[in-house]
Nanobody, 129 residues
Framework: VQLQASGGGFVQPGGSLRLSCTAS????????IGWFRRAPGKKREGVAY????????DYTDRVKGRYTISKDSAKNTVYLQMNSLNLEDTGIYYC???????????????????????WGKGTLVTVSS
């Protein structure tokens, strides 16, 4: 089973990128999918999630209004549209799946990395002028 994040690259401040998370051998409709990032010298942080069971979506405050997470079930892919990028958005972005959060009715731990059990290789986003 593999998750593959792609779509990273180099972009100037104010620019946009769209990341993709594609899964093989599992159906993303049966999981909660989270996007995380690790900035240089910083801890990994959750930036967005989508719960396939109840459709709930949320973002960390740092990206609200700029990032949009979405899912294309036919393509078994989750996207992260990132607009108005700034220097602090630089980092390696990872997608991950969680079965326990998929079933959880409580929405207080959705950015807890330890609750995600399958991780893809990251994709690097560099925002620089």
């Amino acid at each position: 089973v593999q998750l593959q994040a792609s779509g990273g690259g180099f972009v100037q401040p104010g620019g946009s990128l769209r990341l993709s998370c594609t899964a093989s051998e599992i159906h993303l409709d049966s999981y909660q999918i989270g996007w995380f990032r690790r900035a240089p010298g910083k801890k990994r942080e959750g930036v967005a999630y989508i719960n396939s069971r109840d459709g709930s979506i949320d973002y960390t405050d740092r990206v609200k209004g700029r990032y949009t997470i979405s899912k294309d079930s036919a393509k078994n892919t989750v996207y992260l549209q990132m607009n108005s990028l700034n220097l602090e958005d630089t980092g390696i972005y990872y997608c991950a799946t969680s079965e326990i959060l998929y079933y959880s009715p409580i929405r207080t731990q959705d950015f807890t990395p330890d609750l995600y059990d399958r991780w893809g290789k990251g994709t690097l986003v560099t925002v620089s002028s």
